[in-house]
C-alpha cells in the first residue's frame, strides 16, 4: 500500500500567498487544500481530515487567533504553524500560547517554511 500524503491546509486571505505556499508545498509531494479565512478553514477541517494548518494571523471574517482557538478545542491533534509580517512578532508568540507549534513570519522562505513543515510534522 502507497504511504498517505500529508494533507496540509493553508489559510490566507491573499490568493497570491496561498498559490507560492501551494507551489512549495506539492512540490515537496504534500496534498494542499486553501481557504481565504478561518471560517472557510473550519468548514474544510469539517469536511475532510487534515494533518496540519498553516494559517495567517490577520484575515477578514474569522482571524487566525480565533481560527487557533477553536482548531485546539475541535481538533486537538492538528498541527499548526502560524504565519504574519515581521511587525507581528507579538502577535506570533501569542499564537504559540494558543496551541501553534511554530511561526514563520512573511516574506516566507522556502527552505524555512519546508523545513518547519518538517519538524512540526516529526519528519527530521
Same mark, same amino acid.
Given at each position: ?7 496540509i491546509l493553508?489559510? +490566507?486571505?491573499?490568493a497570491?500567498v496561498?498559490l507560492?505556499?501551494r507551489?512549495m508545498?506539492e512540490?515537496?509531494?504534500h496534498?494542499v @487544500?486553501?481557504a481565504?479565512?478561518g471560517? !472557510?478553514a473550519? !468548514?474544510e477541517?469539517? %469536511?475532510?481530515?487534515? +494533518?496540519l494548518?498553516i494559517t495567517?494571523?490577520?484575515m477578514p471574517?474569522?482571524e &487566525?487567533?480565533e $481560527? @487557533? %482557538?477553536q482548531?485546539?478545542r475541535?481538533y486537538?491533534h492538528?498541527? @499548526? @504553524? =502560524?504565519v %504574519?509580517?515581521?511587525t %507581528? =512578532?507579538l502577535? /506570533? *508568540?501569542? $499564537?504559540?500560547? /494558543?496551541? !501553534?507549534? !511554530? $511561526?514563520?513570519? *512573511?516574506?516566507l522562505r522556502?527552505e *524555512?517554511? /519546508?523545513e518547519?513543515? *518538517?519538524?512540526? /510534522? &516529526?519528519?527530521r
Amino acid at each position: 500500500m502507497a504511504e498517505q500524503r500529508v494533507r496540509i491546509l493553508v489559510v +490566507d486571505d491573499d490568493a497570491d500567498v496561498r498559490l507560492v505556499l501551494r507551489r512549495m508545498l506539492e512540490g515537496a509531494g504534500h496534498e494542499v @487544500i486553501e481557504a481565504p479565512n478561518g471560517k !472557510a478553514a473550519m !468548514a474544510e477541517c469539517r %469536511s475532510q481530515p487534515v +494533518d496540519l494548518m498553516i494559517t495567517d494571523i490577520f484575515m477578514p471574517e474569522q482571524e &487566525g487567533m480565533e $481560527t @487557533i %482557538s477553536q482548531v485546539r478545542r475541535e481538533y486537538p491533534h492538528l498541527k @499548526i @504553524i =502560524a504565519v %504574519s509580517g515581521q511587525t %507581528s =512578532a507579538l502577535y /506570533l *508568540k501569542m $499564537t504559540k500560547l /494558543l496551541g !501553534a507549534q !511554530a $511561526t514563520l513570519e *512573511k516574506p516566507l522562505r522556502m527552505e *524555512k517554511v /519546508l523545513e518547519t513543515v *518538517k519538524e512540526v /510534522l &516529526g519528519c527530521r
